[in-house]
Every structure is written in C-alpha cells, then in structure tokens.
C-alpha cells in the first residue's frame, strides 16, 4: 500500500508564495514521474506541474514563469514553490506519483487527498 501525503496549503495573500510538499511512503521500489494537478470550484482538474525521475519537468502555461517543481529521489518527496500567486490559483492541489510496487514490473499512479490553497485578491 502506498500513501501520498501533502502540506503546505493555506491562505495567502495575491502576490505571495506557497510551498507544497508531498510525500510518497510504503511499499515502493521506485517512483517514476510525480507531479501536482489542481481543481478548482466548479473546474476540471488540470495539470499544475510535472518531474519526471531524472529531474525533467514539464509545466502549465499558466504557472510555468511563476512555479518550480523539484523532487528528492532518496525520499520520494516532491515539492511545488508557488510564487506571485494570483486569486485564480485558488484549488484543491493533488499530488501524484506513479509508483512501483515490489514483485511488480509495472508503475501504477496514486493520488494524495489533496490540499487546499486560497489566493485572496
């Protein structure tokens, strides 16, 4: 069984910064890419930011010059800086990993619980 396991969310003012962190923990041998996605009231949930396992990331357009993604390996954590934030980054922020279980040749992808971040103008 594996969980995954953010913090960091909260309240913040337009223009501030939040740092969310994500933990994967249990049975994992190796983790592929993790990343964060977000839903917002009433939206679908997209696509915030992703790092694959070498250390490539990929980004929305719409946080790319204002995010930074990084992960640690030797802790299977994954961490998203949130910088200049505007109103409408207003969500509840999911992070995921595609995980490897042992006896498994396969990945799988997990989701955390989530966590909510509110951006007041």
């Known amino acids: 069984q594996v969980q995954l396991v953010e913090s960091g969310g909260g309240l913040a003012q337009a223009g501030g910064s939040l740092r969310l962190s994500c933990a994967a923990s249990g049975s994992i041998v190796s983790v592929n890419v993790m990343g964060w996605y977000r839903q917002a009231p009433g939206k679908q949930r997209e696509l915030v930011a992703t790092?694959?396992?070498?250390?490539?990331?990929n980004y929305a357009d719409s946080v790319k010059d204002r995010c930074a993604i990084s992960r640690d390996n030797a802790k299977n954590t994954v961490h998203l800086q949130m910088n200049s934030l505007k109103p409408e980054d207003t969500g509840v922020y999911y992070c995921?990993?595609?995980?490897?279980?042992?006896?498994?040749?396969?990945?799988?992808?997990?989701w955390g619980q989530g966590t909510q971040v509110t951006v007041s103008s």
């Open positions: 790092v694959g396992s070498s250390g490539s990331t």
């Open positions: 995921y990993a595609q995980v490897r279980p042992p006896g498994s040749l396969y990945y799988y992808t997990t």
